[in-house]
Structure formats: structure tokens, C-alpha cells
């Protein structure tokens, strides 16, 4: 399996990776950015995003030497994302992944892996309107294989860290959110 995630990143070559700060995204930055330095990695920071998420991205960034932009996606301006529907995360995504194309030329990686495929992921479905490829899952990689991927990669202090959702999910779905408050 990591040789076929190997192979997906050498041939695809250069991308953009969205990076959310969580250990799939992380360990995809750093095996992409390994197959191709020229890889660029793009976070999106706003109210929903945990501080320190946008934190770690920014301190391996600096301790691996990536290419990082940080992007506002524009979500809080969405009035479709802002009303907060069960959906949502399409809304995100759609702001997220439309950002990073009006920026590069690039393809677009995401991190997710073979266990998302086993929830509600509506960002998925943006995903795939917008092109995005996820070479974890095309490799049939999983979640406890990309932790040992990050600890074979230098990033064992951050493999176990526990998942953090944007913040907005944090609000009970129908209720508006106000990016004001």
C-alpha cells in the first residue's frame, strides 16, 4: 500500500495540499512534499478553525521547510454555510477548494483515508465536484496506517493527536452561526 501511495505522489508530481492541521493532512504534506518539493501547502484559517491547528501547521511548516499559504476561504461569508445546515461541510469545502484553485494550477490533494469513508463526509462530495483526489484512499490506505506513517515520517508527536473539527460543528445544525460572536 505505501508503495502505491508512493507511486500516486511521484506521478501525479507537484500539488496543493489542503492542510486542516490533523495528522491525515500532515502526514500527506509530508510525503508529498518528499516526492515533490515543489508542493504547496494551503490552510485555511477563520473562526472555525482551532487556533492550534493553524499553529502546528505553521510550525512544521517552518521545522520541514514547506511551502505554506494560508488562505481565507471565505465560509463566513457563505450565507449557505452560515445557516448551517446538515451539510455544512459541503458548504466548507466548497469555499476551501475554491480557494486553493483561484490560487494554482496545481492538483489538489486532500488527506482523507479509507476510514472516512464510513461516515457522513459531505465534503467528500465537494471534493469530487471540484477535482480533488485523495491519495490515501486511492492507495487504500486507512487511519491506524497513516498514524505509522507519521511516525515513520517525523511527525510521531503529533500521530495520536485527537481529532478537531472546525469549530462551527460545534453548533447545533439549523441554528445560524454568527461569525461575530
Not at 100 to 128: K, W
Amino acid at each position: 500500500m505505501t508503495d502505491t501511495l508512493n507511486a500516486i505522489l511521484r506521478q501525479a508530481g507537484p500539488a496543493a495540499i489542503a492542510v486542516s492541521g490533523g495528522i491525515d493532512s500532515l502526514t500527506l504534506a509530508r510525503l508529498a512534499t518528499l516526492a515533490h518539493s515543489q508542493t504547496v501547502l494551503y490552510h485555511a484559517v477563520s473562526a472555525a478553525v482551532p487556533a492550534q491547528a493553524t499553529q502546528r501547521v505553521r510550525e512544521l511548516s517552518d521545522q520541514f521547510g514547506w511551502t505554506l499559504k494560508v488562505v481565507d476561504a471565505g465560509e463566513m461569508r457563505d450565507p449557505d454555510y452560515l445557516s448551517n445546515p446538515v451539510n455544512r461541510c459541503f458548504h466548507c469545502k466548497n469555499n476551501l477548494y475554491g480557494a486553493i484553485l483561484s490560487a494554482t494550477n496545481l492538483p489538489v490533494f486532500s488527506g482523507a483515508n479509507l476510514d472516512d469513508l464510513q461516515d457522513y463526509r459531505p465534503g467528500l462530495q465537494s471534493a469530487a465536484e471540484h477535482g480533488v483526489r485523495h491519495p490515501f484512499i486511492e492507495a487504500e490506505i486507512d487511519k491506524p496506517l497513516v498514524r505509522q506513517l507519521a511516525k515513520d515520517h517525523g511527525l510521531d508527536g503529533f500521530c495520536e493527536i485527537p481529532a478537531s473539527p472546525c469549530l462551527s460543528s460545534r453548533v447545533l445544525t439549523g441554528l445560524r452561526i454568527d461569525p461575530n460572536e
